[in-house]
């Protein structure tokens, strides 16, 4: 093996790739695009989890680099090839040092107001809660999730009035809970109060009135999490599968 380094996208053919071994961390962002691809429609599960097999067998970056040559690299919104894996190694955990900062964006929010009249809404996916969020539901109910929201500031209010209806707001682990609603023959639900949020997450301040109904917080995983941990076991069944089959690989470098 030389000490010179392939040529990148720009410099050369996919075939360039030299036969390095690929590591644990390179097979995890080549992943991290194919979530990306199910998430945005690209991919359909049946695409998704063939090519999410071949990432956890691949053993060199040449096999790796194929899999998402066809995707846009994660977070791009225009159409365009994702690079080839990175030959530049990252400390453990770099990729997630300063999320919930780069989830606290500033501005005035993308949404401030949901309704529900006999009739029901959802704030969910990727939104920008602003300072203070107001929610009203009469005879019906609302959802407002921001598992995969923006903030528009480190404390966010969620203002919610629930008269013969429900409301439900549904956060993030991490993320500190502050309830300091009123019930009149209705309820807050304070279940969630007391655990500490992470280093820089944002705090939650969920307040109104609550008339013959009800407002709920619950603490949840988003979708990307449950499938990161699914492909985490996935790929725990596919080592050991391989490592059965090829005794180790004795002999190999």
Not at 10 to 32: F, I, T
Not at 76 to 88: E, F, K, N, Q, Y
Not at 108 to 123: I, K, L
Not at 163 to 169: A, E, S
């Amino acid at each position: 093996m030389t000490d010179e380094l392939p040529a990148g996208p720009s410099g050369g053919s996919p075939g360039a790739l030299p036969e390095l071994r690929a590591s644990d961390a390179d097979r995890e962002r080549v992943a991290e695009v194919l979530r990306d691809g199910l998430a945005e429609g690209r991919l359909d599960m049946a695409e998704f989890e063939e090519r999410l097999e071949a990432t956890y067998k691949a053993r060199t970056y040449g096999e790796l680099e194929p899999i998402t040559r066809d995707l846009p690299a994660s977070g791009v919104a225009a159409p365009g090839p994702a690079p080839a894996v990175s030959m530049v190694k990252r400390p453990a955990g770099a990729a997630d040092t300063g999320d919930w900062a780069s989830r606290i964006v500033g501005g005035e929010g993308t949404s401030r107001w949901g309704v529900a009249v006999m009739s029901g809404f959802e704030r969910r996916g990727h939104w920008t809660v602003p300072k203070r969020f107001n929610c009203f539901a009469f005879w019906g109910g609302g959802v407002v999730d921001l598992r995969e929201a923006n903030f528009a500031d480190g404390e966010v209010v969620v203002n919610c009035y629930a008269v013969m209806g429900g409301l439900n707001v549904v956060v993030p682990p991490g993320v500190e809970v502050v309830v300091r609603g009123i019930g009149v023959m209705g309820g807050f639900d304070h279940g969630q109060e007391g655990v500490a949020g992470e280093p820089g997450a944002p705090r939650v301040v969920v307040t109104g009135f609550a008339f013959w109904g009800g407002v709920g917080v619950e603490r949840k995983i988003s979708k990307a999490e449950r499938l990161r941990l699914r492909e985490e076991r996935r790929r725990e069944k596919l080592e050991r599968r391989a490592a059965r089959r090829d005794g180790l690989e004795p002999g190999r470098d």
